[in-house]
C-alpha cells in the first residue's frame, strides 16, 4: 500500500530526532529471558528493537516506512539492529520460517491474517508479545476506534495459544497485552 508507505514516511519524516521510549509491556515481560533472536512487527523507529538491541538479542525490526528504519539505524549505532521494509497485508513470510525465538508488536493492531502468517516464522517454542490500545483508550483518549482492540479480540486464535492477556492503563494510555506460544 503505497499511501499508508507515504503517509507514515511523513509522519516520521516530521519527527524530532530523539529516540523513542521503552514501551511498558517489554519492561515488564522482558525481565530475566536468556537473549534470542527477535522480530520486531511495525518497528516503527525502534521503541522495542532498541530496548531488546541493548539487552543483547538479535532483532529483526519489520516496518512499511523506511524512513522510521533510517531513524531506527541512527538510533542503533553501535549496536546492530537489521531492518526489513515491508507492507505486511502482502509480504511473503515463508522465507523467514522458524527464524524468530520471540515476535513483538507494540501501538499495532495486526490483522488476524498476520497473526496467522506469524505462525510461520516462529520456532518451536516462540513467544509472541503483543501491547495495543483497547476501546477505553478510544472513549478515554478520542483515539481512532478502528485501531483499538474489542475486548478478548485475540484470546483464541488458530495457530498460536493465548498465555497472557490484561487490560492495562500505562501513563494515561489504556492497553490489551498479549502473550501467546506457537501451537
Known sequence: ??????????????????????????????????????????????????????RGFDVTAADISE???QRLQRFAEPRVVHTLCVDFDEYDWSAHAGRYDHIVMAHFKPSLELLDSLALVAAPGSRLWLSTFNLQHHEVNGFSRRFCLLPDEFVSLPRWSCVLHQSVERGGDFMDDYCFEVR
Open 1 to 54: 500500500m503505497q499511501e499508508d508507505r507515504q503517509r507514515w514516511n511523513k509522519r516520521f519524516s516530521d519527527k524530532p530526532m530523539r529516540a523513542p521510549g521503552v514501551p511498558g509491556f517489554l519492561a515488564e515481560q522482558f525481565v530475566g529471558l536468556e537473549p534470542s533472536r527477535v522480530l520486531d512487527v511495525a518497528s516503527g523507529d525502534g521503541a522495542a528493537s532498541l530496548f531488546l538491541a541493548e
Open 67 to 69: 524512513v522510521a528504519l
